[in-house]
């Protein structure tokens, strides 16, 4: 934007106009009584209006995100129906619609806010709905079939507030539209009485409104790049007295927001790569010592030749662990990985385990998130062949496939150990869900680690598959999006 080079303005803006208005009201009183009156009414409408956008916005965000969060932590059992905020939420919503009918003049806008009240009713009794059935240990799929309902109708209210929301938008440009009529019928009213005050009217207004009019158009488009997410919007200052700090402020605003959004980033990030480092460390400290324990063991029988083959294996098994700090690896190394560590555990339980490896070739050097494969390995040798009398097998397979036409890696560690009584199985399903409180987990740290870090590197949608019939077996699988190195 250009310096505002004219005298009149370049000082204050609110002092010119002092002196324009001591002039304009000594010569025309009865013109500008209509436009305190038409301006005061019109100031006054579109204040309403403007607090109903700001209202119906802030109550948007609570129907979007809000209600939706608290359903979902009540029906995830995060927290209790009983001690949920899902009502003081609807209560919100209530009340912030009654406000709203309240100050809204326009009949249509009224029955837009009559629709969104009856849709909150009718959330309210979904809401009710869920309660009843958690009190009644219903199914979880029933409570999920709710949520749904409960986020449709949301939804619903949701498209109700943005219609509302427009429609005020529209009642403010009519507003505006009258506050530019006023402005004309004085700037008339000024004309018929004298044209020396006329021209330094309409002097005093070309000059007065570029200086504010272009400043805050730019602002407001400012503002809308924001709103569509451009955070790179900026202004440049006008040079008018009472808009260059509203300019310097709404410019540093939206380099904060970059960098707290750049900052809130950040840490989600530090936060999952320190997670998955907890959850990696929990996976190995035993077996080394066990393994170590076993070389020692073999040494001192003097099979010299194991002690070699399960110390090579032992240190490629460290060194793809380690992987340079890498977190993706080949599917090659992973199923190396996996191959080294049999082969340690063949070494130690002789006479009680065997093994076979199915990998696909196609997928050698496919990319593949690191030990994903041998907690599930580790997972039925102590849980599933150990517990078992007679000689125990385990299978592991990597195949390609196409999963709605998206190349896919389908992997399953399969074991005939004693497997899972149905009500232990529901126990270990329950207890990977979990999002906190691991520590307290019964023996079934491998099967939630894997599942953690699937959900949390690739999407929430990939989790494991959990087959097991009690003295036969169990069968762990998982399908991932192939991702090329």
Not at 437 to 445: F, G, I, K, Q, R
Not at 458 to 484: A, H, M, N
Request: glycine share 4%; hydrophobic share 40%.
């Amino acid at each position: 934007m250009k310096k505002n080079s004219s005298p009149f303005v370049s000082a204050s803006i609110k002092k010119n106009l002092q002196l324009s208005y001591i002039i304009i009201i000594i010569l025309m009183i009865l013109p500008t009584i209509y436009y305190t009156i038409a301006s005061t009414q019109h100031s006054s409408q579109y204040d309403r209006i403007i607090t109903n956008v700001s209202r119906a916005n802030r109550l948007n965000q609570i129907v979007k995100i809000d209600i939706s969060n608290e359903i979902w932590d009540i029906v995830a059992g995060k927290t209790s129906f009983k001690t949920g905020n899902q009502y003081v939420i609807l209560n919100t919503i209530n009340d912030g619609i009654s406000q709203m009918m309240d100050t809204t003049q326009d009949e249509n806008n009224q029955k837009l806010l009559e629709v969104a009240s009856r849709a909150l009713r009718t959330l309210e009794k979904y809401v009710d709905q869920l309660g009843n059935q958690i009190a009644s240990n219903v199914p979880v799929d029933q409570n999920e079939q709710v949520l749904e309902d409960i986020r449709g109708v949301a939804s619903l209210i949701y498209d109700i507030l943005q219609d509302f929301i427009v429609a005020e938008i529209e009642s403010a440009a009519v507003t505006n539209e009258h506050l530019t009529t006023a402005s004309r019928n004085l700037t008339f009213f000024q004309i018929s009485i004298i044209i020396m005050i006329t021209l330094m009217a309409i002097y005093t207004l070309i000059t007065i409104s570029n200086a504010i009019s272009n400043p805050i158009q730019q602002m407001e488009n400012m503002s809308t790049r924001i709103a569509e997410g451009d955070l790179n919007a900026r202004v440049e200052l006008p040079h008018v007295q009472e808009l260059d700090n509203l300019t310097r402020n709404l410019n540093q605003m939206a380099g904060k927001i970059q960098d707290l959004i750049d900052q809130n980033t950040q840490e989600q990030k530090n936060l999952q790569k320190a997670e998955m480092k907890t959850l990696q460390a929990q996976i190995t400290p035993h077996f080394l010592y066990n393994t170590f324990d076993t070389i020692i063991w073999l040494a001192e029988s003097e099979e010299y030749e194991k002690v070699i083959e399960i110390t090579r294996a032992f240190s490629d098994y460290f060194r793809i662990s380690l992987s340079k700090g890498h977190e993706w690896i080949t599917f090659e190394n992973e199923f190396q990985h996996v191959q080294n560590y049999l082969k340690i555990q063949k070494i130690r339980y002789r006479d009680i385990l065997d093994y076979t490896l199915d990998f696909d070739e196609s997928l050698k050097a496919s990319r593949v998130l690191k030990l994903i494969l041998q907690p599930l390995v580790e997972n039925a040798i102590y849980h599933g062949i150990k517990n078992k009398r007679g000689r125990g097998m385990i299978t592991v397979t990597a195949r390609k496939i196409e999963k709605d036409g998206i190349p896919c890696a389908w992997c399953c560690v399969e074991d005939n150990g004693m497997g899972f009584t149905p009500e232990r199985l529901q126990q270990v399903l329950e207890e990977m869900q979990k999002t906190e409180d691991n520590e307290n987990l019964s023996a079934t740290y491998g099967l939630y680690n894997v599942n953690k870090r699937l959900t949390l590197y690739y999407d929430t949608s990939v989790t494991l598959s959990i087959e097991s019939e009690f003295r036969k077996g169990s069968k762990v699988s998982f399908t991932i999006p192939l991702k090329e190195m």
